[in-house]
């Protein structure tokens, strides 16, 4: 079976392969798929630099959320709490060292580094999810101290001590703090930690990463022994206490969160190995036996949805990429599985030149996480490593023009139910001088609300589109927008006939395209801005009107103007004559009958006049009353 395992392995690769020599990647990247990046804020790996001023943060953080979404990132895990502290406002954590060099001390002017982060993300169509260490305390005690209200100061009673005993002679007298898994007070209490966040802030996802009891390079002081004493009844083995003891606060803390809102997404970045060899030919660290990590659990409760193992090997090998991703992939329980992509292995400002993952090695990753069946997409460690200037043998290009250059929602998650939202309503397409403004209300029916939106445009001068083949195209996804209006700007590169559809999508994933079709309007783009226009001191009066309005505006007397009438739908009904106008030089003045073309009178509502002269153009709404 091993064999025959790694023959099917072989030639999976090798076709992969010969698709990335043929092509580049598959030819249509999927429309629902994760695309995530961790952003590292423990000891200002990604972000924040302490030394900068609150102004300097800001702009340093919209560079890399700019930066990931060039990217093609549409997730992005934000690292809220690393030593029991706060990149957030909180009344129960002081705020982190990290921003400031001083623990409990906040930026200054203030500013909230995750409200920011939320922020930032909505506006580039990307979800954010809290990521949080669960159990870390104090990484390490130097010159900035523990602030008085550090939970290791507070409630020392809910602390284990965990002391370095590995081979590194410089962290010999290293004392790591955790907050101690055994006892039910400090799992509620980090469970309370995370009740808080999903409060107060709208976050799209709670992530924890892999720290829960220590690496093997740290020993449990002496104090668990008294923790199993005391809550340790009914359990043969203190590593079965153990492994229990994780697993109720990885339940707990995700009933809480969907009590809560049940909108929040919840997920896990284990390490890659379960158990040493599992599945067969894997050689390493033993999660569930060392760490007392037991992610298999996890992923039979029913709150629980989304892992992200840390594969951050290569093909081949005694931890080979392909094997875990497909054991993690059969383990899944309905469940998303993104494996986790070392991305930090490719940049040679992270890892050495001799070591270092060859240029193929990260896309090989991703083409065969797309094409293994229980796999929905990736998250890359870590957002530094993804970036332009990044040494990382070409990967920023290859995600940017070939993997992830169009549009992708995050993956709908069936195990949550399939209750699509409705189609927007009154969707309305006009040119401004920035582009094509687009505009939707938000559907107020169906069994669930969307909370984005996916925004879909075509060119076509010879027909009318069909608005399921519009946004059945992932080709034609422009834009994901948090809000009921977007501009596209784009446009305004290549004149001609726009298409524009729009539908909802709620916080799981779920499109309004599957059960109620969206609206289709158009707009005529011309590539000249507004004021390339011959004409200026357009008027248009009365306005609101009932029957009539009056144009006039200034105009050079050698332009040929063509003026024409839509509605909110972007249909054309009338083309005013101005030959019965009136003309004095460098001026022009006449009047129009709100009727269309064949002669019926506008009905109240809202309408553009539009002045043409080649590709240029310039509209103003007026409105018709009784």
Same mark, same amino acid.
């Given at each position: ?39 590292? &804020? ?17 702009? $340093? ?86 602030? $008085? ?24 007298? &290293? ?16 469970? @309370? ?42 359990f043969l083995s203190q590593e079965n206490w153990r492994r ?234 422009? @834009? ?46 011309? &590539? ?30 050698? $332009? ?67």
């Open positions: 079976m091993l064999l025959r395992h790694k023959v099917l392995r072989f030639l999976s690769q090798s076709l992969v392969l010969i698709s990335l020599i043929a092509g580049g990647a598959s030819a249509q990247a999927p429309k629902h798929e994760m695309r995530g990046a961790w952003i590292t &804020t423990v000891y200002g790996l990604d972000w924040p630099n302490t030394s900068h001023t609150s102004a300097q943060q800001i702009s $340093s953080l919209t560079s890399i959320f700019d930066d990931l979404e060039s990217a093609g990132i549409n997730a992005v895990f934000f690292q809220i709490r690393s030593e029991a502290d706060a990149l957030y406002f909180s009344l129960i954590e002081p705020a982190s060292r990290m921003l400031t060099g001083t623990m409990g001390l906040r930026p200054d002017p203030y500013y909230d580094p995750l409200e920011l982060a939320i922020d930032l993300a909505h506006e580039r169509g990307m979800e954010l999810h809290a990521w949080m260490n669960p159990f870390r305390a104090m990484s390490s005690l130097g010159p900035w101290g523990l602030s $008085s209200n550090h939970i290791v100061n507070t409630r020392p009673d809910l602390i284990l001590d965990v002391r370095y005993k590995g081979s590194d002679s410089n962290l010999e007298d &290293t004392v790591v703090k955790i907050l101690n898994p055994g006892i039910p007070e400090a799992r509620e209490y980090i469970s @309370a930690v995370v009740e808080d966040v999903v409060t107060r802030y709208d976050v799209d996802g709670i992530h924890f990463d892999d720290y829960f009891y220590p690496y093997p390079s740290y020993q449990i002081g002496i104090e668990d022994q008294s923790t199993f004493a005391t809550y340790g009844a009914g229990d003891n994780i697993n109720q606060f990885v339940r707990g803390v995700g009933a809480a969160i969907r009590a809560i809102d049940p909108d929040i997404k919840y997920g896990i970045s284990p390490f890659g190995i379960w158990r040493n060899g599992v599945p067969q030919g894997i050689v390493g660290l033993d999660a569930y036996n060392v760490i007392y990590s037991d992610p298999l659990d996890w992923l039979q409760d029913d709150n629980f949805d989304y892992m992200v193992p840390q594969l951050y090997w290569k093909f081949t090998g005694g931890q080979d990429f392909g094997l875990l991703a497909d054991w993690w992939a059969s383990q899944a329980n309905g469940k998303h599985i993104y494996p986790g992509i070392a991305a930090y292995r490719a940049d040679a400002a992270t890892y050495g030149w001799s070591t270092r993952y060859a240029s193929d090695e990260v896309p090989r990753q991703i083409e065969y996480s797309r094409a293994t069946s229980g796999i929905q997409g990736n998250v890359f460690f870590r957002a530094s490593n993804l970036r332009p200037n990044a040494a990382n043998l070409g990967l920023s290009d290859a995600l940017r023009t070939t993997f992830f250059n169009g549009k992708a929602f995050t993956p709908y998650m069936q195990h949550r139910g399939a209750f699509p939202p409705d189609a927007p309503e009154n969707l309305t397409a006009t040119q401004s001088e920035t582009g094509v403004f687009i505009r939707w209300d938000p559907p107020l029916t169906g069994f669930t609300q969307a909370d984005r939106f996916g925004v879909y445009r075509m060119r076509s001068d010879a027909f009318i589109p069909d608005s399921r083949d519009m946004t059945n195209d992932p080709a034609n996804l422009i @834009a994901i927008s948090w809000s009921p209006e977007f501009v596209d700007t784009d446009a305004l590169e290549v004149a001609g006939r726009y298409f524009y559809a729009v539908t909802g999508v709620d916080p799981m994933g779920f499109e309004s395209q599957e059960t109620a079709l969206s609206e289709v309007v158009v707009a005529d783009v011309g &590539t000249e801005k507004h004021g390339a226009l011959p004409i200026s001191g357009m008027g248009l009066y009365p306005n609101p009107s009932q029957r009539e309005v009056q144009i006039s505006g200034h105009i050079e007397r050698s $332009s040929s103007l063509l003026f024409e009438v839509y509605d909110v739908l972007g249909r054309r009904l009338a083309t005013p004559d101005v030959g019965s106008g009136t003309y004095s030089p460098g001026s022009f003045q006449f009047t129009f009958t709100l009727r269309d073309d064949s002669g019926r009178r506008f009905a109240p509502g809202t309408y553009f006049m539009v002045v043409r002269s080649g590709h240029a153009h310039k509209s103003i709404p007026f409105t018709v009353v009784r």
